[in-house]
């Protein structure tokens, strides 16, 4: 059963797909992590995902995109953000970034600087490639 599984419940059975790669997915829960972010963006893209725990929106959003993300974790990060519970450092994300606060939000993060941003029903995992 995947990490999203566990959260939102999923009943078919697990299909195995030799094609997809696991993702390994990081918390965002402190705001020093974004220096790691930025860190690590040096080298390949670093995805923020923005995810408010209450919004349906928002949990179709992260569902979709965990459903279509399939790439190899040498070649690109991903943080998922538990907005609700750190909205600070939502804030900190946009002061940073020079991007405007949404919900559910995925910022592109390269050389320590906002590449891509996308919201609700435009976040499609497949957008990711051009950064690779």
Not at 2 to 30: C, H, M, Q, R, W
Not at 49 to 57: A, G, L, N, V
Not at 73 to 88: A, G, M, T
Request: glycine fraction near 4%; include cysteine.
């Amino acid at each position: 059963m995947g990490f999203l599984d566990k959260i939102f419940g999923g009943s078919a059975p697990e299909e195995k797909n030799e094609n997809k790669v696991e993702p390994k997915f990081y918390t965002l829960d402190d705001v020093k992590l974004l220096d790691e972010v930025d860190a690590i963006s040096q080298t390949k893209p670093v995805v923020l995902f923005k995810h408010s725990t209450r919004c349906s929106i928002s949990r179709f959003a992260l569902k979709r995109f965990d459903a279509e993300f399939n790439y190899d974790e040498n070649k690109i990060d991903w943080y998922l953000l538990d907005l609700l519970n750190h909205r600070d450092i939502s804030n900190e994300m946009a002061h940073r970034y020079n991007v405007q606060h949404q919900s559910p939000q995925i910022i592109v993060v390269r050389n320590g600087k906002a590449v891509f941003t996308s919201t609700h029903d435009g976040i499609d995992a497949h957008d990711l490639k051009q950064f690779l």
